[in-house]
């Protein structure tokens, strides 16, 4: 309560974050924090080239500034929820669930 939450997430994505799962869609794109999200995002990946810091999750077709096609990415309509929850699991290295 009372952070400056423009600094405070801006500090998260930047610096204290392992992943950032980008959840792309067209309503992604429009909503101003989901902007910041994603430029504090870039700012990293920029600094720390080669780390696969940015995980993208499509949800439609949508273009979102700074995230080329040429990033691989998981298309939710193709995947659904367990198959994005399943490959993020395997990417931390933690163990894939029957459960899930």
Same mark, same amino acid.
């Given at each position: ?8 997430? $801006?500090?998260?994505? +930047?610096?204290?974050?392992? &992943?950032?799962?980008?959840?792309? $869609?067209?309503? &992604? +794109?429009?909503? !101003?924090? %989901? ?6 995002? +870039?700012? =990293? ?5 080669? !780390?696969? &810091? ?7 077709? %949508?273009?979102?500034? #700074?995230?080329?096609? %040429?990033? #691989? ?6 995947? #659904?929820? =367990? ?6 699991? =395997?990417?931390? #290295?933690?163990?894939? $669930? $029957? !459960?899930?």
């Amino acid at each position: 309560m009372g952070k400056d939450l423009y600094v405070h997430l $801006s500090d998260v994505y +930047q610096n204290q974050a392992k &992943y950032c799962i980008i959840f792309a $869609s067209k309503e &992604y +794109q429009q909503k !101003n924090w %989901t902007n910041l999200e994603r430029q504090s995002a +870039q700012a =990293r990946a920029l600094v720390e080239k080669g !780390n696969e &810091y940015i995980l993208p999750v499509r949800f439609d077709d %949508t273009e979102i500034p #700074g995230i080329p096609r %040429t990033i #691989g990415y998981l298309d939710f309509r193709h995947e #659904g929820a =367990r198959g994005v929850c399943e490959a993020f699991l =395997r990417k931390i #290295g933690a163990p894939v $669930s $029957s !459960n899930l």
